[in-house]
């Protein structure tokens, strides 16, 4: 199992959507975050960067060659990590004392993390002001109109203030007082930058799967997962080029 193209020694594998529920309640994280020893009793894992893939091998960071005989590919985003599960779960205590210390926290981003993560700060800590800013012009674009509005209104409901069609510059951030593009300026204890990672394919670009990506970054796939034009290596998840409403059709 390979674990982040700069560095993706990473030895536990999270549940991601229990993540922003970790960021307020850390002792959640003691579930959703777990060695990947502790599942794959009988396989053998390798903690290092995948860095080239040729017909038969993957080569990692360290210089390591590891044959295969079939090869699924999974490397979803790039993210920003702790190494060790010890360490992760530190993390979640250090963003929950963010949270816990704060008066008035900005969330910047309108999509699913951002409005899931302000839904968490709100139900316990309803007493903290929270402003979401979003670029778009409606939360959670990727799903209908009716649905965004129902989010939206939840929110409300809670007192988060949303502020559409706006970014927020996060380099003239000075003693909490933040500026958006619209010219209003907001003030907040801290900040969580919600506005989504970047596939981590650009290492394949230099791989025998080159000219199997599109033009977002994603693998192209048939309706087997297997990688177009390649009889023994696979592709999973969120490096696919399936839809997103096909992929929640499949799970
Ligand atoms: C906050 C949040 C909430 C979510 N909620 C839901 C939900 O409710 N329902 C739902 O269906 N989906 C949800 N999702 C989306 C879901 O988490 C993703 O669809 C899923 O994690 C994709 O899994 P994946 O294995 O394809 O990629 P990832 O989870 O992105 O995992 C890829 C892994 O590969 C590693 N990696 C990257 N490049 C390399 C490399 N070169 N070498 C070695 N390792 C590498 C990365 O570090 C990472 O550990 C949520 C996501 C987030 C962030």
């Known amino acids: 199992m390979f674990k982040n193209k700069n560095d993706n020694r990473k ?5 991601s959507w229990a993540s922003l529920r970790a960021m307020v309640e850390p002792s959640f994280a ?13 396989g053998h894992i390798v903690t290092s960067t995948a860095v080239n893939i040729t017909e038969s091998e993957v080569l990692t960071a360290q210089g390591d060659l590891i044959a295969y005989d ?6 979803g985003h790039m993210e920003s990590f702790s190494r060790t599960r ?12 963010k949270i816990k210390s704060a008066n008035s926290i900005l969330i910047i981003g309108g999509g699913p993390t951002g409005v899931e993560l302000a839904g968490e700060i709100v139900v316990d800590f309803p007493d903290k002001k929270v ?8 939360l959670l674009e990727f799903i209908g109109s009716k649905a965004s509005n129902k989010a939206l209104n939840w929110l409300t409901s809670k007192k ?4 559409f069609q706006q970014s927020v510059d996060l380099n003239s951030v000075s003693d909490g007082i933040y500026h958006t593009s619209g010219g209003e300026t907001i003030t907040a204890d801290c900040h969580f930058l919600c506005t989504g990672k970047p596939l981590s394919s650009a290492w394949l670009k230099e791989t025998v799967l080159k000219n199997r990506l599109d033009m977002h970054g994603r693998l192209k796939v048939d309706e087997h997962l297997r990688v177009r034009g390649h009889e023994n290596i696979f592709a ?6 399936i839809s997103v409403w096909l992929r929640f059709i499949l799970t």
Do not use: C, M, W
Not at 11 to 15: M, Q, R, V
Not at 70 to 75: D, K, Q, R
Not at 131 to 138: E, K
């Open 86 to 97: 010890i360490e992760k779960l530190s993390q979640y205590q250090e963003e929950f004392k």
């Open 131 to 138: 402003t979401l800013v979003h670029r778009g012009p409606r």
């Open 236 to 241: 999973i998840g969120d490096i696919t080029d």
């Open 30 to 42: 003691e579930r959703s975050v777990i060695n990947h020893s502790d599942y794959l009793t009988n």
């Open 11 to 15: 030895d536990y594998f999270e549940i």
């Open 160 to 163: 988060v203030e949303v502020i």
């Open 70 to 75: 079939y090869l699924v590919v999974a490397t």
